[in-house]
């Protein structure tokens, strides 16, 4: 079964960039950053529960290759068909491997560093309205899914989503827009929780009171599963490791 078939068995679609959640306008960096959040889903190591899991993780690093590949991508851009004899699909090759030259580890100031810019950047706009659309307006959902986001910075984000439809960018989403107090009261009754279990990790963890936010924030990523801070700022921000060799050639 080739790749493009296998895709469509596993992922319900035969359209590489469909199963990056991307379109085929799609920058390098994008591919790159997509196909990392993706992958977390489906790594062997993470998803213990998909009988899947491995066979999804390997098709997705052929996908990468596929579309990282300036003339492969080409090829399937402009014919919809890809070289199952290509280097870059070599069956020998060790896909976890080469995942993790791909994606090294972020240190903790990265990513103190990366809230400091993010927070109010034009970056941080985009992702939040990019959420609204994706979730319709429910903030829970959006809430728990905002790089960088405490209890305190929910009526920020609140500002640019109403910002957003006033100006017509999005739609008002009823979600949003009459959200019961009920509903804001036991999202805010969850952040406090949160917060307190963040203020034990400090605690164990030895760090000030200025590294708090750096706590909340690996807090958040703990209940955002593999949609987390860490995962999104390793792909956003993961410096570029030793490109991968390509395979021997299959045979013919």
């Not at 924030?217 to 570029?240: G, I």
């Amino acid at each position: 079964m080739g790749l493009l078939e296998r895709c469509l068995e596993l992922f319900n679609t035969s359209n590489l960039y469909e199963v990056l959640g991307i379109n085929k306008e799609a920058s390098e960096a994008d591919i790159r950053k997509n196909y990392y959040k993706v992958s977390l889903k489906v790594h062997p190591d993470r998803a213990p529960d998909d009988p899947q899991a491995t066979e999804k993780f390997q098709v997705l690093g052929k996908l990468y290759a596929v579309l990282s590949d300036k003339e492969q991508r080409a090829v399937y851009d402009e014919q919809g068909l890809v070289d199952e004899e290509s280097d870059v699909l070599s069956q020998d090759r060790c896909w976890e491997e080469y995942w993790r030259l791909l994606f090294p580890k972020i240190t903790v100031q990265d990513i103190l560093e990366f809230e400091k810019k993010y927070k109010g950047s034009d970056e941080e706009r985009e992702d939040v309205i990019r959420l609204y659309v994706q979730h319709e307006g429910d903030m829970d959902a959006i809430t728990a899914s905002a790089l960088c986001s405490s209890q305190e910075d929910e009526p920020r984000l609140c500002r640019i989503i109403q910002a957003a439809i006033k100006s017509g960018e999005v739609e008002a989403f009823r979600a949003f827009t009459k959200e019961s107090r009920a509903k804001k009261r036991a999202r805010r009754k969850r952040r406090q929780t949160s917060r307190e279990e963040a203020e034990e990790m400090q605690k164990e963890m030895g760090l000030g009171e200025d590294e708090e936010s750096l706590v909340m924030m690996l807090k958040q990523s703990r209940e955002r599963n593999f949609n987390s801070l860490l995962s999104d700022l390793e792909a956003k921000y993961s410096q570029k490791g030793t490109k991968p060799q390509k395979g021997k050639r299959a045979k013919k």
